[in-house]
Antibody, heavy 117, light 110 residues
């Protein structure tokens, strides 16, 4: 059974940094791309970033490009998201998702990031 | 800036059929956008329903179907049930590794 467990969320001040992790199990992690998707309180889903299975390909939404960095450690079956220069509008539940081809096949339960002073 | 459009809300009677759509602010949706659909109840993670336009994800009942209708992707629910009342999101692949979610449709069954 595929399991994705996000961690690292919390309260951070505007302009600050925070790192998220997503521990994966139940599948051959290095074979699949993985993504971060977020959802602001009361709002819709927003794609944030995707990384290929090898880690060679990384892709970002314009809203986070230059501020967020996605990475992975295939030896630890873990996905990361380093978030810098955080803004109030980055406040959201952040989900990690396993990619199969072009779609989000499995989802974690999410971790809440709150950017506020 | 690409905008993916969905109906903000829709209503269907129990047992009825409803078609939700997913379009582009500029241009047509095609199979090359690999449309996918997700269902989300409040406070829960999304659930994958449909991918690559019309393929049902494992465990999804066949009353959910996907298609291209005209210049949009479509999700049709046949025989709507009370627990279908939730939010539905489409995603389109825009090339270059990027994806865009639609704003979501809040479906009411009454």
């Amino acid at each position: 059974e595929v399991q994705l467990l996000e961690s690292g969320g919390g309260l951070v001040q505007p302009g600050g940094s925070l790192g998220l992790s997503c521990a994966a199990s139940g599948f051959t992690f290095s074979t699949y791309g993985v993504s971060w998707v977020r959802q602001a309180p009361g709002k819709g889903l927003e794609w944030v970033s995707t990384i290929s299975g090898s880690g060679a390909g990384t892709y970002y939404a314009d809203s986070v490009k230059g501020r967020f960095t996605i990475s992975r450690d295939n030896s630890k079956n873990t996905l990361y998201l380093q978030m810098n220069s955080l803004r109030a509008e980055d406040t959201a539940v952040y989900y990690c998702a396993k990619m199969v081809s072009y779609y989000f096949a499995s989802w974690g339960q999410g971790t809440l990031v709150t950017v506020s002073s | 800036q690409t905008v993916v459009t969905q109906e903000p809300s829709f209503s269907v009677s129990p047992g009825g059929t409803v078609t939700l759509t997913c379009g582009l602010s500029s241009g047509s949706v095609s199979s090359s956008n690999y449309p996918s659909w997700y269902q989300q109840t409040p406070g829960q993670a999304p659930r994958t329903l449909i991918y690559s336009t019309s393929t049902r994800s494992s465990g999804v009942p066949d009353r959910f179907s996907g298609s291209i209708l005209g210049n949009k992707a479509a999700l049709t629910i046949t025989g709507a049930q009370a627990d279908d009342e939730c939010d539905y999101y489409c995603v389109l692949y825009m090339g270059g590794g990027t994806r865009v979610f639609g704003g979501g449709t809040k479906l009411t069954v009454l």
